[in-house]
């Protein structure tokens, strides 16, 4: 199997658990996710079976969007319920134009601080190992560019705000919360987090775990099984005469001359790239002299 599939991410789960469990299920070892979700959290989660695992790092690249709970008064050390409370104010008042303006300040470009709880690493150890063996003095926080793209506020009732945001690859939305607190001068954490979309992939077309093995042990899983290309289909397309198939997927450059159509452009960098029978991979375009080329970035024939 080469596909990828919607799974809903239950809380209390970590992605690794959830790649454990569709192995079992499948039966197959070469299974991976496509950005880790944090066990406190819900939601989509990609998961690339077979050869689909060499598109993981596209997906994960692509942007997310979140619904997520606010919780103003405390600050922990995780940035979320699960850490030990470090500041605590009991009276705080905070008007909804107030929280909106603090929202607002996370838009855009920003450099973001991430959370000491995480799986990021230093010198090959995550942090969040490094905290917990005491040997936080090792590690050097360094800011990260991220790009928030939308802040909205859906209810707020003056301890508690839920919101949905939409930002590009690793972002902490524990750190938004974080950052927030101390805007406001309260101190807040995230006290909940779901996943809504992960690129092209929804969280109402999410499957859970228990409907997965349902599905598969009855044989009728095809109708949530994506192919490749699916989640490529913002690059476009590039057709090659099959004449050409043989010295394109042994790593040869292929020119224009050989192209038989699709919708690609002199300026794309990738495009799906398809033979007469379907998909083969992405491939990357340069041009050489007088003619347009494509050599395989990744093949999956």
């Known amino acids: 199997m080469d596909k990828i599939i919607n799974i809903l991410k239950p809380t209390g789960m970590t992605s690794h658990d959830v790649v454990s469990v569709v192995r079992r299920i499948l039966g197959t070892k070469k299974v991976g996710h496509t950005g880790t979700l944090d066990p406190d959290a819900s939601g989509v989660l990609p998961i690339c079976v077979g050869k689909a695992t060499k598109v993981s790092e ?55 601080l991430p959370p000491v709880y995480s799986a990021l690493k230093v010198n090959g150890k995550r942090m969040c190992d490094l905290v917990r063996s005491g040997r936080e003095d090792e590690i050097v ?8 793209k939308s802040m909205e506020l859906i209810r707020f009732d003056g301890k508690k705000a839920v919101f949905v945001t939409k930002c590009s690859k690793g972002t902490y939305i524990r750190s938004i919360c974080n950052d927030i ?67 394109y997927t042994n790593g040869g450059a292929i020119d224009e001359r050989r192209f038989l159509g699709g919708d690609y ?24 002299e007088k003619f347009l080329v494509v050599k395989g970035e990744k093949k999956f024939i």
Request: with cysteine; hydrophobic share 35%; net charge negative.
């Open 58 to 112: 596209l997906i994960l690249n692509k942007e997310k969007t979140y619904l997520c709970e606010l919780s103003l008064g405390a600050s922990t050390d995780t940035y979320d319920s699960s850490g030990s409370v470090t500041k605590r104010v009991e009276e705080f008042s905070v008007s909804k134009q107030e929280l909106q303006k603090a929202l607002e300040s996370q838009l855009g470009e920003i450099d973001q």
């Open 141 to 148: 926080i360094n800011p990260r560019k991220v790009n928030i």
């Open 265 to 288: 452009t002199a300026e794309d960098e990738f495009v799906r790239v398809y033979s007469e029978d379907g998909f083969i991979g992405l491939g990357k375009l340069t041009q050489e």
């Open 181 to 247: 607190g101390e805007i406001l001068g309260c101190g807040a954490h995230m006290s909940m987090l779901i996943r809504n979309s992960s690129g092209k992939f929804d969280i109402k077309d999410s499957i859970t775990l228990e409907e997965l093995e349902e599905k598969f042990n009855e044989d009728t899983l095809d109708p949530y099984l994506y192919d490749i290309d699916y989640a490529l289909s913002d690059f476009h397309k590039l057709v090659l005469m099959d004449t050409a198939l043989k010295y």
